[in-house]
C-alpha cells in the first residue's frame, strides 16, 4: 500500500512538473500513509500486549475473542484484508493516475 501510494504521488508530481523528491510531495505521501501506519503500529502494539501477558483473565478474554473471530467469518475475513491493506485509502488513489500506477507495479512484479 505504501508503494501504492508512493507512485501516485510521484506520478502527479511528475503530471506537475514538480521536483518528485521535493519535501511538498514527500510530505503529501507522508501525511497519505499516516492514519494507516499509526492504526496499524497500534494494533501490533495491542496484540504484542495481549499475548504477552499471564493475566487469566486477559487470558480467557483473548481466548474468547480468539473463538470469536473464528467463528465469524465476515469478521475475520475483514481483519485479513485490513492486514493486507485492502481496506485503506487505497481507493482514493486519484483515477487519472491509477491506470499508470497498475502498469508501473505489474512492470515491477513481474518483468
Not at 501506519?37 to 493475566?55: C, D, Q, V
Not at 484484508?81 to 482514493?92: H, K, L, S, V
Amino acid at each position: 500500500m505504501d508503494a501504492a501510494c508512493l507512485a501516485d504521488c510521484i506520478i502527479e508530481a511528475q503530471q506537475q512538473a514538480r521536483d518528485v523528491g521535493s519535501l511538498r510531495v514527500l510530505r503529501r505521501y507522508e501525511r497519505w500513509r499516516k492514519a494507516d501506519n499509526t492504526l496499524m503500529i497500534l494494533a501490533m502494539r495491542g496484540f504484542k500486549e495481549l499475548f504477552s501477558t499471564t493475566s487469566p483473565s486477559l487470558v480467557k478474554a483473548r481466548q474468547i475473542g480468539l473463538r470469536f473471530t473464528n467463528r465469524l467469518d465476515f469478521l475475520k475475513n475483514y481483519f485479513m484484508r485490513m492486514a493486507m491493506g485492502e481496506i485503506t485509502d487505497f481507493a482514493f488513489v486519484s483515477k487519472k493516475n491509477y491506470k499508470k500506477l497498475k502498469k508501473k507495479l505489474i512492470c515491477y512484479f513481474f518483468d
